[in-house]
Protein backbone atom coordinates (compact mmCIF):
# COMPACT_ATOMS: atom_id res chain seq x y z
CA UNK A 1 0.00 0.00 0.00
CA UNK A 2 1.58 3.48 -0.85
CA UNK A 3 2.00 6.46 1.08
CA UNK A 4 -0.79 7.94 0.08
CA UNK A 5 -3.11 4.97 0.20
CA UNK A 6 -2.07 4.90 3.82
CA UNK A 7 -3.37 8.53 3.96
CA UNK A 8 -6.78 8.18 2.48
CA UNK A 9 -7.40 5.19 4.73
CA UNK A 10 -6.51 7.09 7.67
CA UNK A 11 -9.09 10.08 6.47
CA UNK A 12 -11.93 7.20 5.99
CA UNK A 13 -11.62 5.80 8.91
CA UNK A 14 -10.95 9.24 11.09
CA UNK A 15 -14.66 10.27 8.89
CA UNK A 16 -16.21 7.08 9.89
CA UNK A 17 -15.49 7.22 13.52
CA UNK A 18 -17.16 11.28 13.72
CA UNK A 19 -19.56 9.67 12.33
CA UNK A 20 -20.35 6.68 14.54
CA UNK A 21 -19.55 10.17 17.33
CA UNK A 22 -22.59 12.27 16.11
CA UNK A 23 -24.81 9.65 15.20
CA UNK A 24 -24.51 8.20 18.88
CA UNK A 25 -25.23 11.69 19.89
CA UNK A 26 -28.32 12.02 18.42
CA UNK A 27 -29.62 9.06 20.37
CA UNK A 28 -28.46 10.66 23.56
CA UNK A 29 -30.51 13.54 22.71
CA UNK A 30 -33.63 11.81 21.33
CA UNK A 31 -33.48 10.14 24.30
CA UNK A 32 -33.70 12.85 26.41
CA UNK A 33 -35.71 14.63 24.58
CA UNK A 34 -38.41 11.80 24.39
CA UNK A 35 -38.77 11.72 27.90
CA UNK A 36 -39.10 14.63 28.94
CA UNK A 37 -42.32 15.50 26.65
CA UNK A 38 -43.42 12.50 27.51
CA UNK A 39 -43.45 13.11 31.35
CA UNK A 40 -44.68 17.04 30.86
CA UNK A 41 -47.51 15.95 27.91
CA UNK A 42 -48.77 13.32 30.40
CA UNK A 43 -48.88 16.05 33.10
CA UNK A 44 -50.64 18.18 31.25
CA UNK A 45 -52.82 16.52 29.19
CA UNK A 46 -51.39 18.55 25.87
CA UNK A 47 -52.10 16.54 22.88
CA UNK A 48 -49.82 18.94 20.85
CA UNK A 49 -46.73 17.89 23.58
CA UNK A 50 -47.84 14.56 23.33
CA UNK A 51 -47.66 14.39 19.77
CA UNK A 52 -44.12 15.82 19.60
CA UNK A 53 -43.50 12.90 22.57
CA UNK A 54 -44.39 10.57 19.76
CA UNK A 55 -42.45 12.66 17.61
CA UNK A 56 -39.61 12.51 19.53
CA UNK A 57 -39.82 8.71 20.08
CA UNK A 58 -40.02 8.32 16.17
CA UNK A 59 -36.98 10.59 15.93
CA UNK A 60 -34.96 8.37 18.79
CA UNK A 61 -36.35 4.85 16.48
CA UNK A 62 -34.72 6.88 13.50
CA UNK A 63 -31.61 7.66 15.08
CA UNK A 64 -30.80 4.24 16.06
CA UNK A 65 -31.45 3.36 12.88
CA UNK A 66 -29.38 5.97 11.30
CA UNK A 67 -26.42 5.09 14.32
CA UNK A 68 -26.65 1.19 13.22
CA UNK A 69 -27.02 1.71 9.22
CA UNK A 70 -23.65 4.14 9.58
CA UNK A 71 -21.74 1.90 11.01
CA UNK A 72 -22.70 -1.86 9.25
CA UNK A 73 -23.02 0.73 5.58
CA UNK A 74 -19.14 1.30 6.36
CA UNK A 75 -18.32 -2.21 6.14
CA UNK A 76 -16.35 -3.32 2.65
CA UNK A 77 -17.49 -5.23 -0.26
CA UNK A 78 -17.74 -9.02 0.18
CA UNK A 79 -18.58 -11.98 -2.36
CA UNK A 80 -22.12 -11.67 -1.24
CA UNK A 81 -22.24 -7.80 -1.57
CA UNK A 82 -20.26 -7.17 -4.65
CA UNK A 83 -21.55 -3.59 -4.21
CA UNK A 84 -20.74 -2.99 -0.47
CA UNK A 85 -23.73 -2.28 2.39
CA UNK A 86 -24.34 1.20 1.77
CA UNK A 87 -28.01 0.64 0.56
CA UNK A 88 -28.54 0.08 4.37
CA UNK A 89 -28.89 3.82 4.59
CA UNK A 90 -31.35 3.58 2.41
CA UNK A 91 -33.48 1.09 3.87
CA UNK A 92 -33.51 2.48 7.85
CA UNK A 93 -34.24 5.82 6.33
CA UNK A 94 -37.07 4.22 4.03
CA UNK A 95 -38.34 2.93 7.63
CA UNK A 96 -38.27 5.68 9.41
CA UNK A 97 -40.06 7.37 6.97
CA UNK A 98 -42.73 4.85 7.05
CA UNK A 99 -42.71 4.97 10.85
CA UNK A 100 -43.25 9.09 10.89
CA UNK A 101 -46.28 8.31 8.81
CA UNK A 102 -47.96 5.94 10.80
CA UNK A 103 -47.48 7.80 13.81
CA UNK A 104 -48.50 11.41 12.02
CA UNK A 105 -52.13 9.17 10.64
CA UNK A 106 -52.66 8.60 14.53
CA UNK A 107 -52.23 11.98 15.68
CA UNK A 108 -54.59 13.05 13.09
CA UNK A 109 -56.67 10.46 13.84
CA UNK A 110 -56.73 11.85 17.94
CA UNK A 111 -56.57 15.59 17.17
CA UNK A 112 -60.18 15.23 14.93
CA UNK A 113 -61.70 13.15 17.49
CA UNK A 114 -60.93 16.29 20.24
CA UNK A 115 -62.00 19.06 17.67
CA UNK A 116 -65.23 17.01 16.76
CA UNK A 117 -65.93 15.61 20.45
CA UNK A 118 -64.03 18.16 22.65
CA UNK A 119 -62.41 15.48 24.03
CA UNK A 120 -59.13 15.95 26.52
CA UNK A 121 -58.49 18.88 28.80
CA UNK A 122 -55.08 20.53 28.70
CA UNK A 123 -53.32 21.39 31.88
CA UNK A 124 -51.23 24.57 31.01
CA UNK A 125 -47.99 24.88 33.05
CA UNK A 126 -44.71 26.85 32.81
CA UNK A 127 -43.24 23.40 32.21
CA UNK A 128 -44.88 22.66 28.82
CA UNK A 129 -43.01 25.88 27.85
CA UNK A 130 -40.13 24.88 29.09
CA UNK A 131 -39.76 21.56 27.65
CA UNK A 132 -40.81 22.80 24.24
CA UNK A 133 -38.16 25.58 24.42
CA UNK A 134 -35.69 23.12 25.61
CA UNK A 135 -36.65 20.79 22.48
CA UNK A 136 -35.78 23.61 20.00
CA UNK A 137 -32.35 24.44 21.49
CA UNK A 138 -31.85 20.71 21.52
CA UNK A 139 -32.86 19.99 17.98
CA UNK A 140 -30.87 23.26 16.53
CA UNK A 141 -28.17 22.27 18.28
CA UNK A 142 -28.10 18.69 16.85
CA UNK A 143 -29.43 19.57 13.53
CA UNK A 144 -26.65 21.68 12.73
CA UNK A 145 -24.16 19.65 13.97
CA UNK A 146 -25.40 16.49 11.96
CA UNK A 147 -25.93 18.61 8.49
CA UNK A 148 -22.14 19.97 8.88
CA UNK A 149 -20.96 15.90 9.45
CA UNK A 150 -23.46 14.59 7.05
CA UNK A 151 -21.66 17.59 4.74
CA UNK A 152 -18.29 16.59 5.71
CA UNK A 153 -18.34 13.29 5.28
CA UNK A 154 -21.14 12.89 2.73
CA UNK A 155 -23.39 10.61 4.56
CA UNK A 156 -27.14 10.51 4.18
CA UNK A 157 -27.80 8.80 6.63
CA UNK A 158 -26.84 11.83 8.73
CA UNK A 159 -28.17 14.17 6.31
CA UNK A 160 -31.80 13.00 6.45
CA UNK A 161 -31.44 12.74 10.65
CA UNK A 162 -31.16 16.27 10.43
CA UNK A 163 -34.00 17.55 8.38
CA UNK A 164 -35.72 15.35 11.26
CA UNK A 165 -34.27 17.55 13.55
CA UNK A 166 -34.83 20.70 11.63
CA UNK A 167 -38.58 20.13 10.93
CA UNK A 168 -38.89 19.50 14.55
CA UNK A 169 -37.86 23.25 15.45
CA UNK A 170 -40.71 24.36 13.26
CA UNK A 171 -43.32 21.71 15.01
CA UNK A 172 -41.77 22.78 18.30
CA UNK A 173 -42.76 26.26 17.33
CA UNK A 174 -46.05 25.51 16.46
CA UNK A 175 -46.77 23.64 19.54
CA UNK A 176 -45.89 26.49 21.73
CA UNK A 177 -47.85 28.96 19.95
CA UNK A 178 -50.58 26.29 20.17
CA UNK A 179 -50.02 26.23 23.99
CA UNK A 180 -49.88 29.66 24.20
CA UNK A 181 -53.58 30.38 22.80
CA UNK A 182 -55.09 27.86 25.07
CA UNK A 183 -53.54 29.64 28.03
CA UNK A 184 -54.65 33.53 26.48
CA UNK A 185 -58.50 31.52 26.05
CA UNK A 186 -58.97 30.34 29.36
CA UNK A 187 -57.46 33.52 31.57
CA UNK A 188 -59.46 35.83 29.09
CA UNK A 189 -62.47 33.51 28.96
CA UNK A 190 -62.30 33.78 25.23
CA UNK A 191 -64.75 31.65 22.86
CA UNK A 192 -64.36 27.92 23.67
CA UNK A 193 -62.96 26.98 20.49
CA UNK A 194 -59.79 29.33 20.92
CA UNK A 195 -59.09 26.15 23.91
CA UNK A 196 -58.91 23.47 20.88
CA UNK A 197 -55.76 25.37 19.52
CA UNK A 198 -53.66 22.59 21.07
CA UNK A 199 -55.38 19.89 18.62
CA UNK A 200 -55.27 22.28 15.50
CA UNK A 201 -51.17 22.57 16.56
CA UNK A 202 -51.20 18.89 16.59
CA UNK A 203 -52.69 18.77 13.33
CA UNK A 204 -49.89 21.33 12.12
CA UNK A 205 -47.16 19.21 13.38
CA UNK A 206 -48.71 15.98 11.81
CA UNK A 207 -48.73 17.85 8.33
CA UNK A 208 -45.41 18.87 8.96
CA UNK A 209 -43.98 14.95 9.56
CA UNK A 210 -46.40 13.57 6.47
CA UNK A 211 -44.71 16.26 4.19
CA UNK A 212 -41.09 15.22 5.58
CA UNK A 213 -41.73 11.32 5.60
CA UNK A 214 -43.20 11.96 1.76
CA UNK A 215 -40.60 13.53 0.87
CA UNK A 216 -37.66 11.22 2.56
CA UNK A 217 -39.68 7.77 1.34
CA UNK A 218 -39.56 9.25 -2.02
CA UNK A 219 -35.51 9.97 -2.06
CA UNK A 220 -34.88 6.47 -0.16
CA UNK A 221 -37.06 4.67 -2.78
CA UNK A 222 -35.24 5.90 -5.76
CA UNK A 223 -32.30 5.12 -3.81
CA UNK A 224 -33.64 1.34 -3.54
CA UNK A 225 -35.05 1.17 -7.01
CA UNK A 226 -31.76 2.64 -8.35
CA UNK A 227 -33.37 5.38 -10.32
CA UNK A 228 -30.86 7.35 -12.23
CA UNK A 229 -29.93 10.76 -10.52
CA UNK A 230 -30.91 12.90 -13.12
CA UNK A 231 -29.05 15.76 -12.02
CA UNK A 232 -25.81 13.52 -12.10
CA UNK A 233 -26.32 12.93 -15.65
CA UNK A 234 -25.71 16.10 -17.35
CA UNK A 235 -22.91 17.23 -16.09
CA UNK A 236 -21.25 13.56 -16.46
CA UNK A 237 -22.22 14.10 -20.52
CA UNK A 238 -20.91 17.61 -20.63
CA UNK A 239 -17.41 16.50 -18.88
CA UNK A 240 -16.78 13.21 -21.31
CA UNK A 241 -18.21 15.59 -24.36
CA UNK A 242 -15.37 17.53 -23.57
CA UNK A 243 -12.98 14.68 -24.89
CA UNK A 244 -12.21 14.67 -28.27
CA UNK A 245 -11.67 11.20 -28.31
CA UNK A 246 -14.86 10.12 -27.68
CA UNK A 247 -17.13 10.12 -30.63
CA UNK A 248 -20.51 9.34 -28.69
CA UNK A 249 -21.66 8.14 -25.92
CA UNK A 250 -23.76 5.25 -26.68
CA UNK A 251 -24.47 4.01 -22.72
CA UNK A 252 -24.58 5.78 -19.74
CA UNK A 253 -26.10 3.91 -16.25
CA UNK A 254 -25.91 5.52 -12.83
CA UNK A 255 -27.14 4.26 -9.52
CA UNK A 256 -26.62 5.57 -5.82
CA UNK A 257 -25.90 3.41 -2.96
CA UNK A 258 -25.45 5.59 0.25
CA UNK A 259 -22.65 8.05 -0.62
CA UNK A 260 -21.15 5.96 -3.47
CA UNK A 261 -22.35 6.32 -7.21
CA UNK A 262 -21.85 2.92 -9.40
CA UNK A 263 -21.37 4.80 -12.86
CA UNK A 264 -21.20 2.52 -16.20
CA UNK A 265 -20.63 3.94 -18.98
CA UNK A 266 -20.46 3.10 -23.15
CA UNK A 267 -18.21 5.39 -24.90
CA UNK A 268 -17.44 5.21 -28.59
CA UNK A 269 -13.83 5.55 -30.15
CA UNK A 270 -11.92 5.34 -33.38
CA UNK A 271 -11.07 2.17 -34.80
CA UNK A 272 -7.74 3.18 -35.51
CA UNK A 273 -6.59 3.52 -32.19
CA UNK A 274 -4.66 1.11 -30.57
CA UNK A 275 -5.50 -0.53 -27.55
CA UNK A 276 -2.77 1.44 -25.29
CA UNK A 277 -4.71 4.53 -27.08
CA UNK A 278 -8.10 3.37 -26.12
CA UNK A 279 -6.69 2.66 -22.54
CA UNK A 280 -5.72 5.84 -22.06
CA UNK A 281 -8.92 7.47 -23.37
CA UNK A 282 -10.93 5.12 -20.55
CA UNK A 283 -8.78 6.78 -17.94
CA UNK A 284 -9.49 10.35 -19.09
CA UNK A 285 -13.14 9.07 -19.37
CA UNK A 286 -13.06 8.22 -15.48
CA UNK A 287 -11.56 11.26 -14.60
CA UNK A 288 -13.82 13.58 -16.58
CA UNK A 289 -16.82 11.55 -14.31
CA UNK A 290 -14.73 11.77 -11.54
CA UNK A 291 -14.63 15.42 -11.34
CA UNK A 292 -18.58 15.70 -12.56
CA UNK A 293 -19.53 13.51 -9.38
CA UNK A 294 -17.24 15.81 -7.10
CA UNK A 295 -18.50 18.93 -8.58
CA UNK A 296 -22.17 18.03 -7.59
CA UNK A 297 -20.97 16.11 -4.15
CA UNK A 298 -17.46 16.93 -3.09
CA UNK A 299 -17.42 14.16 -0.66
CA UNK A 300 -19.39 11.16 -2.43
CA UNK A 301 -16.72 8.48 -4.04
CA UNK A 302 -17.25 7.06 -7.33
CA UNK A 303 -17.34 3.32 -8.94
CA UNK A 304 -16.67 3.95 -12.68
CA UNK A 305 -16.77 1.44 -15.57
CA UNK A 306 -16.03 2.45 -18.99
CA UNK A 307 -16.13 0.54 -21.94
CA UNK A 308 -14.93 1.30 -25.23
CA UNK A 309 -16.41 0.38 -28.81
CA UNK A 310 -14.88 1.08 -31.89
CA UNK A 311 -16.65 3.28 -34.44
CA UNK A 312 -15.91 4.27 -37.61
CA UNK A 313 -14.49 7.86 -37.65
CA UNK A 314 -15.44 11.12 -39.60
CA UNK A 315 -11.94 11.89 -40.53
CA UNK A 316 -11.19 8.62 -41.90
CA UNK A 317 -9.40 7.96 -44.71
CA UNK A 318 -10.19 5.64 -47.16
CA UNK A 319 -6.70 3.82 -46.89
CA UNK A 320 -7.52 3.10 -43.20
CA UNK A 321 -10.92 2.01 -43.92
CA UNK A 322 -9.45 -0.55 -46.18
CA UNK A 323 -6.89 -1.86 -43.12
CA UNK A 324 -9.24 -2.08 -41.20
CA UNK A 325 -11.40 -4.18 -43.60
CA UNK A 326 -8.92 -6.38 -44.48
CA UNK A 327 -8.35 -6.82 -40.70
CA UNK A 328 -12.00 -7.75 -40.03
CA UNK A 329 -11.64 -10.06 -43.04
CA UNK A 330 -8.88 -11.57 -41.62
CA UNK A 331 -5.71 -10.60 -44.45
CA UNK A 332 -3.17 -8.35 -44.59
CA UNK A 333 -1.96 -6.06 -46.89
CA UNK A 334 -0.22 -3.16 -47.82
CA UNK A 335 1.06 -0.67 -50.54
CA UNK A 336 -2.73 0.91 -51.13
CA UNK A 337 -2.45 2.82 -54.16
CA UNK A 338 -6.00 5.15 -54.88
CA UNK A 339 -6.67 6.36 -58.45
CA UNK A 340 -9.55 8.43 -59.38
CA UNK A 341 -10.10 8.10 -63.13
CA UNK A 342 -12.60 10.30 -64.67
CA UNK A 343 -15.97 10.18 -61.82
CA UNK A 344 -14.68 7.23 -60.74
CA UNK A 345 -12.06 5.69 -57.51
CA UNK A 346 -10.01 2.82 -58.29
CA UNK A 347 -7.58 1.01 -55.75
CA UNK A 348 -4.79 -1.20 -55.99
CA UNK A 349 -3.60 -3.40 -53.07
CA UNK A 350 -1.25 -5.44 -52.50
CA UNK A 351 -2.30 -9.21 -50.70
CA UNK A 352 0.16 -11.24 -48.70
CA UNK A 353 -1.03 -14.67 -48.51
CA UNK A 354 0.73 -18.18 -47.31
CA UNK A 355 3.54 -19.25 -49.08
CA UNK A 356 2.48 -22.45 -49.51
CA UNK A 357 -1.41 -21.69 -50.99
CA UNK A 358 -2.07 -22.59 -54.10
CA UNK A 359 -2.44 -19.94 -57.07
CA UNK A 360 -6.09 -21.08 -57.87
CA UNK A 361 -6.66 -20.62 -53.72
CA UNK A 362 -4.93 -17.26 -53.42
CA UNK A 363 -6.61 -15.67 -56.47
CA UNK A 364 -10.45 -16.95 -54.98
CA UNK A 365 -9.09 -14.92 -51.98
CA UNK A 366 -7.67 -12.20 -53.63
CA UNK A 367 -11.63 -11.94 -55.89
CA UNK A 368 -13.09 -12.07 -52.45
CA UNK A 369 -11.57 -9.26 -50.59
CA UNK A 370 -12.08 -7.36 -54.10
CA UNK A 371 -15.60 -7.81 -54.09
CA UNK A 372 -15.89 -6.84 -50.01
CA UNK A 373 -13.94 -3.29 -50.88
CA UNK A 374 -16.52 -2.60 -53.70
CA UNK A 375 -19.90 -3.86 -51.35
CA UNK A 376 -17.85 -1.73 -48.77
CA UNK A 377 -16.96 1.57 -50.70
CA UNK A 378 -19.52 1.96 -53.01
CA UNK A 379 -17.13 5.24 -54.43
CA UNK A 380 -14.52 2.51 -55.63
CA UNK A 381 -15.41 0.84 -59.11
CA UNK A 382 -12.66 -1.09 -59.84
CA UNK A 383 -9.54 -2.95 -57.62
CA UNK A 384 -7.15 -4.74 -58.26
CA UNK A 385 -4.56 -6.96 -56.27
CA UNK A 386 -1.27 -8.45 -56.74
CA UNK A 387 -0.55 -11.45 -54.67
CA UNK A 388 2.35 -11.39 -52.36
CA UNK A 389 3.44 -14.33 -50.81
CA UNK A 390 6.28 -12.83 -47.85
CA UNK A 391 8.28 -15.29 -45.85
CA UNK A 392 7.92 -15.91 -42.45
CA UNK A 393 10.59 -18.00 -41.62
CA UNK A 394 14.30 -16.48 -39.63
CA UNK A 395 17.20 -16.26 -42.43
CA UNK A 396 19.81 -17.09 -40.28
CA UNK A 397 22.87 -14.88 -41.69
CA UNK A 398 26.82 -13.98 -40.66
CA UNK A 399 27.93 -10.43 -40.58
CA UNK A 400 30.60 -9.86 -43.76
CA UNK A 401 30.97 -5.82 -43.82
CA UNK A 402 34.96 -6.51 -42.70
CA UNK A 403 35.08 -8.75 -45.10
CA UNK A 404 34.29 -6.64 -48.33
CA UNK A 405 35.62 -3.59 -47.52
CA UNK A 406 35.97 -2.50 -50.97
CA UNK A 407 32.29 -3.26 -51.55
CA UNK A 408 31.29 -1.02 -48.85
CA UNK A 409 33.66 1.39 -50.08
CA UNK A 410 32.20 0.99 -53.53
CA UNK A 411 28.54 0.69 -52.38
CA UNK A 412 28.86 4.36 -50.42
CA UNK A 413 30.75 6.22 -53.48
CA UNK A 414 27.60 5.12 -55.37
CA UNK A 415 25.36 6.86 -53.06
CA UNK A 416 27.65 9.36 -52.61
CA UNK A 417 27.28 10.01 -56.49
CA UNK A 418 23.43 9.45 -56.66
CA UNK A 419 22.17 11.47 -53.65
CA UNK A 420 25.20 13.38 -52.25
CA UNK A 421 28.46 13.09 -50.13
CA UNK A 422 28.61 11.61 -46.59
CA UNK A 423 24.46 11.29 -46.79
CA UNK A 424 25.26 6.65 -46.39
CA UNK A 425 26.36 5.51 -43.27
CA UNK A 426 25.86 2.32 -40.64
CA UNK A 427 26.40 0.31 -44.15
CA UNK A 428 26.71 -3.90 -43.18
CA UNK A 429 27.05 -7.26 -45.20
CA UNK A 430 25.40 -10.24 -44.59
CA UNK A 431 25.91 -13.58 -46.07
CA UNK A 432 24.49 -16.88 -46.25
CA UNK A 433 25.64 -19.91 -43.91
CA UNK A 434 26.79 -23.24 -45.11
CA UNK A 435 24.96 -26.48 -43.61
CA UNK A 436 27.94 -26.50 -40.97
CA UNK A 437 26.84 -22.76 -39.44
CA UNK A 438 29.80 -21.46 -41.35
CA UNK A 439 29.80 -18.00 -43.24
CA UNK A 440 30.48 -19.14 -47.27
CA UNK A 441 33.75 -18.31 -48.38
CA UNK A 442 34.98 -17.72 -51.98
CA UNK A 443 31.68 -14.72 -52.96
CA UNK A 444 32.82 -12.42 -55.07
CA UNK A 445 31.06 -9.37 -57.16
CA UNK A 446 29.93 -11.75 -59.73
CA UNK A 447 28.59 -13.69 -57.23
CA UNK A 448 24.47 -13.20 -57.48
CA UNK A 449 22.01 -12.74 -55.37
CA UNK A 450 24.37 -13.71 -52.45
CA UNK A 451 24.79 -10.34 -49.74
CA UNK A 452 21.68 -8.80 -47.70
CA UNK A 453 22.81 -5.15 -47.73
CA UNK A 454 21.32 -2.45 -45.02
CA UNK A 455 21.95 1.28 -44.30
CA UNK A 456 21.17 4.16 -43.45
CA UNK A 457 20.91 7.43 -45.54
CA UNK A 458 19.87 11.10 -45.17
CA UNK A 459 17.54 13.58 -46.45
CA UNK A 460 16.36 16.41 -45.93
CA UNK A 461 14.59 17.30 -42.91
CA UNK A 462 11.57 19.03 -44.52
CA UNK A 463 10.94 16.96 -47.70
CA UNK A 464 7.77 14.82 -48.31
CA UNK A 465 7.75 11.45 -47.43
CA UNK A 466 6.75 10.63 -50.70
CA UNK A 467 9.83 11.97 -52.39
CA UNK A 468 12.20 10.44 -49.62
CA UNK A 469 10.47 7.02 -50.59
CA UNK A 470 11.06 7.82 -54.50
CA UNK A 471 14.26 8.59 -54.21
CA UNK A 472 15.13 5.73 -51.84
CA UNK A 473 13.67 3.59 -54.21
CA UNK A 474 15.90 5.27 -56.87
CA UNK A 475 18.81 4.52 -54.89
CA UNK A 476 17.93 0.71 -54.30
CA UNK A 477 17.66 0.20 -57.98
CA UNK A 478 21.10 1.88 -59.10
CA UNK A 479 22.73 -0.76 -56.32
CA UNK A 480 20.97 -3.84 -57.79
CA UNK A 481 22.17 -2.87 -61.15
CA UNK A 482 25.73 -1.82 -59.93
CA UNK A 483 26.26 -4.65 -57.60
CA UNK A 484 24.20 -7.91 -58.67
CA UNK A 485 25.61 -9.57 -55.84
CA UNK A 486 23.21 -7.91 -53.81
CA UNK A 487 19.97 -9.64 -52.45
CA UNK A 488 17.73 -8.00 -49.94
CA UNK A 489 18.08 -4.08 -49.49
CA UNK A 490 16.80 -2.29 -46.67
CA UNK A 491 17.02 1.31 -46.37
CA UNK A 492 16.90 3.27 -42.94
CA UNK A 493 15.50 6.71 -44.05
CA UNK A 494 16.41 9.75 -41.67
CA UNK A 495 16.96 13.47 -41.50
CA UNK A 496 19.94 15.05 -40.49
CA UNK A 497 21.30 15.69 -36.75
CA UNK A 498 20.20 19.04 -35.61
CA UNK A 499 23.93 20.12 -35.67
CA UNK A 500 24.68 19.13 -39.13
CA UNK A 501 22.72 20.11 -42.28
CA UNK A 502 22.13 18.54 -45.93
CA UNK A 503 22.96 20.42 -49.08
Request: proline content about 3%; aromatic content about 6%.
Amino acid sequence: MTVSDQERQKQKQAMQREKNVVALSSVGAAIGLTALKLVVGLLTGSLGILAEAAHSGLDLIAALMTFFAVRFASRPADESHHYGHEKIENLSAFLEAVLLLVTALWIIYEAVRRLLYHEGHVEISIWAFVVMGISIVVDFTRSRVLLRVARKVGSQALEADALHFSTDIWSSAVVIIGLFIVLVANALHLPAWLTQADAVAALVVSFIVIWVSVQLAKETLDALLDKAPHALILPITGHVRTLPEVLEIRRLRVRQAGNTYFIEITIAVARTLTFEQTHMVSEQVEDAVSQAVHEQAEQAEADIVVHAEPMRSPGETIAERLYRLAESQGVHIHDIHLRAVGSRLEADVDLEVPTDLSLQEAHAQASHFEQTIVASEPQIQRVTTHLEAPETHVAVRNEVTATYPQLVDAIRQRVDEKVGRERAHDIHLYCAQDEGGRAREGITLEDMSQLDLTFHLIFQAHAPVSQVHIQAEEVKRDLRQRFPCLDTITLHMEPPEEDGGVN
